[in-house]
Nanobody
Framework: QVQLVESGGGLVQTGGSLRLSCAAS????????MGWFRQAPGKQREFVSS???????NYADSVKGRFTISRDNAKNTASLQMNNLKPEDTAVYYC??????????WGQGTQVTVSS
């Protein structure tokens, strides 16, 4: 199974930007969709964005126009560029990777905190 490591989280002011990265290693074979989820304190984990192997993207309505997902299939990495951040974006952000048979793998998460 693949291992995922996120990086790039931190503390930023309202309106600021952060770029999250996700690096896949281990049993890397045909990673299909990669994505990002987040979980705020006291709330359920929610979908943020996903990208197919071919580059098709999906976004939660709450982040459309502010977040951009990308991936590099050759390097087995995915990124999430987050602009115009809001306090409600504060959460732990998790990277995911979907592989045939292996299913979905989750990273350990990276904290994003947006101060008002």
């Amino acid at each position: 199974q693949v291992q995922l490591v996120e990086s790039g989280g931190g503390l930023v002011q309202t309106g600021g930007s952060l770029r999250l990265s996700c690096a896949a290693s281990g049993s890397i074979f045909r990673i299909n969709d990669m994505g990002w989820f987040r979980q705020a304190p006291g709330k359920q984990r929610e979908f943020v964005s996903s990208i197919s192997r071919g580059g098709s993207t999906n976004y939660a309505d709450s982040v459309k126009g502010r977040f951009t997902i990308s991936r590099d299939n050759a390097k087995n990495t995915a990124s999430l560029q987050m602009n115009n951040l809001k306090p409600e974006d504060t959460a732990v952000y998790y990277c995911t990777a979907n592989q045939p048979l292996a299913g979905v793998t989750w990273g350990q998460g990276t904290q994003v905190t947006v101060s008002s």
